[in-house]
């Protein structure tokens, strides 16, 4: 049954809704509508037909809304207020002026707030720099993904291992056989590295022989020569601008001489560009590979297949697909290595893009750039970490900065302000507020980027072509921020009803869980967790440092022997250095024990098997193992007693004999890439002759007739000025026409771990700000929270609590809440930090004693910041209490 009564006051009801209409005008529409109803029921419609018909006559509530309001308007304004967009520019000024004037007000939280965030951003701008210049190695090369670098793995064996070299006969070989190959090159690093022009002799780290291809494959671009014919001929070599002006001065370096070990007269033929830093290739000059020999006497020759240490780069040709390429070199290494070998190796190709970060192949030289991928997700994550937890702080403080805003509110709510408005006002200024610290951000990245590429002690370049991605990008994180942090107190507080919000009434709350609980639960969280992971990589890190090694490496004087002529002369050398009072023992050997070693197969005379093996060969004179305290488990070292030893004794350390099987392999036979033959007299406990990230390698030890590369010393405690002094007049009196270069052993070893140090130095300086950040955030809640209990805090203190029982009672529950953020915390730190330990082949045992640690860490802090506004709201006196709300 239609109940006309009822319609009519609904509809009433609906038109007071609209600002347009006034009583008067309602009440006019309301007899015009009863009117037109009587008239409509006399032409014989029913009562509700005649109600619905009337009332489109009138027509729709708002346009009629827009008209009433005209006819009382001074001036006939197309649109009123209501409806008009409420971004308009003449509202923008009013916003801003509020919005700096609030800012100005609470200036203290205000700086926190702006702090963090602007902190949080410069951090998430110089690891951006960071991540950004690790990942884009070898991009700046024409068509880099055509280029690959060739790599050899051993599979169907226990231990198998993935070869970063290859030998020298096969990129030619891959040339000659596959059409999809375009280029070859070979690139090795130069064991005999005296350079020398006229007076000046130096000792140069960063030589390298390379195919004539090399300056068409990669774009290292010459100044001065030409590119397609400067490595064609023997002897022949460019340099870098760095080492042209090192040798030559002013002057045009072209067709000029230098002299590499006293021995070879090399032809300049190029000086290159400036080189790019990005590049896995580190070189300070390059000799044509035509000039490129085995050392006399050295078991392989330049035609060997089974050398492996030979870095092979090649370029196929465009549309050519790598994985049908590869499914083709089973065949290669058959027809070249035999059957056995096209079994139990194969050959990939490695994009040219991948070399960088997937550095831990076998043979992987020192002397080339590498990176960690870990790392860049490591960083990545603490980015991520940093920019969620000043997100969340963000949040935390705009929301107890808004609480005390709730007079304000009623206010304006009671003088009219629309639910709208106020949620414009209190976006406007979170947005104001956000984009204040993008701009500080943005000013302040380049000053700290410097500082912490002096901390790291590499360089993190910002150039200004980033600042046209990090502009947009953070201004749109600060948009978005923004308008998350302050749209959750827009709405809440402008949905508060005028009355209760002027009573204080809007901040009792039954429930103790709400967003700002989770957001300090998350801070935490993450804090807790960069802190016990900073405690772990450190650990990791110091483990490494100082485990022991299996050899001395205290005391360890390293002279430079590079070049034959230096080897020829070691005996003289050895017996004058052994006769220095402040010297205990000396010996030469080969690399510096940082896994740069050369790998060739390696075949047994005594056994019925008769593949071989690839493993490291190292080289090792009289007295190597007397200095650098290596132990024997079976047979002696080399000993000048025995004439043989220098051209046929061979040692092996643990690992090499275990791969063969024998428990007692002294007087076995092996031969050396079915080259040179010898016999076995001793094997060494396994010793860690690379970095700790890898597992010890099977390792055959000899005596090489010429170049080896460093003189061990040992040498008694005292002055360190002193005994090189003394040793360097010793080295004078022995070959004053070769430069006195020395290290010390621990330090070298020490420089293999500097990727570690450094990511360990970022953490930690992160972990720090991290933890700052949190600490604001729950300065923020805290005060909200102590905001809430105000008065009752002034009750409290009348009736006879103490100013610790009222600290304890307001701190209590964020210690709950750190204490819930550790529980969350240790099980993704145990994760993570075992993923992270996999890059070691030697790792430490985490003690639940480091997660306790890091616990207690995080409940200090948070009690520090906690304390003092505790304290001091504790302190406040009553009466303020009582009047505060």
Known sequence: MFDLEKAIKEWKLNLRKNPGYEDGDIEELESHLLDEIEHLQKEGLSIEEAFLKALNEIGEANSVGTEFYKTRSIKNTATPPWQQKAWIPSLLP??????????????????????????????CIVIFSYVRQELTFDNFHENPDQIYRLTFQEINRPGARHFATTSPPMGPALLETYPEVEEVVRFRFVDSNIIQHEDMQFYEYDVAYADSSFLTMFNFPLKQGNANTALDEINSVILTSEMAE????????????????????????????????????KFDCIISFHSFSAPPGYPVTVESWGWVSFYTYVRLRDGTKPEELEAKFKDFLVTNMGSDVGE??????????????????????????????????????????????????????STAQSIRRGKEVGVRKTLG????GLVRQFLGESILMAFLSVILAIIFVIPFSRFVSSLLGMELGIYIEDFRFIVP???????????????????????????????????????????????????????????????????QIQFIQQRDLGFEQDQIVVLHMDGRELTRRYDLIRQ???????VINAGMGGGLLD??????????RDAEDEEGYPMNIYGAHFGYFETMGIEFIKGRGFNESYSTDATSGIILNEAAAAVFGWDDPIGKHIQVDQITEGQIIGVTRNF?????????????????????????????????????????QTWQEAVPDFPFHFRFLDEHLDEMYQADQRFFKLVTAFTILTILIACLGLYGLISYFILQRTKEIGIRKVLGASVLQIAFLLSKKFIFLVAIANLIAWPATWYLMQNWMQNFAYQIDVNLFVYLISGLIALGIAWLTMSYKSIKAALMNPVKSLKSE
């Open 688 to 728: 860690n002759f690379a970095s700790l990230h890898r597992e010890i390698q099977p390792l055959v030890m000899y005596i090489p007739p010429t170049n080896m590369e460093n003189l061990f010393v040992r040498v008694r405690p005292g002055n360190a000025n002193t005994i090189l002094t003394s040793l360097e």
């Open 344 to 397: 139990n190796r194969i050959l990939h190709l490695q994009p040219l893009s991948e070399v960088y970060l997937n550095s831990d192949l076998q043979n992987a030289s020192t002397n080339l750039l590498t990176g960690n991928r870990g790392y860049i997700l490591g960083m990545s994550a603490v980015a991520a970490f940093l920019l969620l937890i000043a997100c969340f702080n963000f949040m935390n403080l």
């Open 595 to 604: 896994g740069d070693n050369g790998s060739v197969p390696i075949f047994s």
């Open 417 to 420: 302000a629309r639910r709208s």
């Open 473 to 539: 990008v953070f201004l749109v994180i600060g948009l978005l921020l923004g308008i998350i942090s302050g749209l959750y107190p827009a709405l809440v507080m402008s949905s508060f009803k005028p009355t209760k919000v002027l009573k204080g009434d809007f901040f009792r709350k039954k429930s103790s869980f709400d967003i700002r609980t989770v957001l300090v639960v998350a801070q935490f969280s993450i804090a807790i967790l960069l802190i016990t992971g900073s405690f772990i990589i450190r650990e």
């Open 246 to 281: 090192k040798y030559f001065g002013e002057e045009n370096p072209i067709g000029k001489s230098l002299t590499l070990d006293n021995i070879t007269t090399l032809t300049v033929t190029g000086v290159l560009a400036p080189i790019q830093q990005n590049t896995h290739l």
């Open 576 to 582: 004058q250095i052994q006769s220095n009072p402040n």
């Open 94 to 123: 009013n916003y801003m002026k509020i919005g700096f004037r609030n800012l100005y007000r609470d200036s203290g939280n205000s700086f926190i707030n702006i702090f963090g965030l602007s902190m949080a951003l410069i951090c």
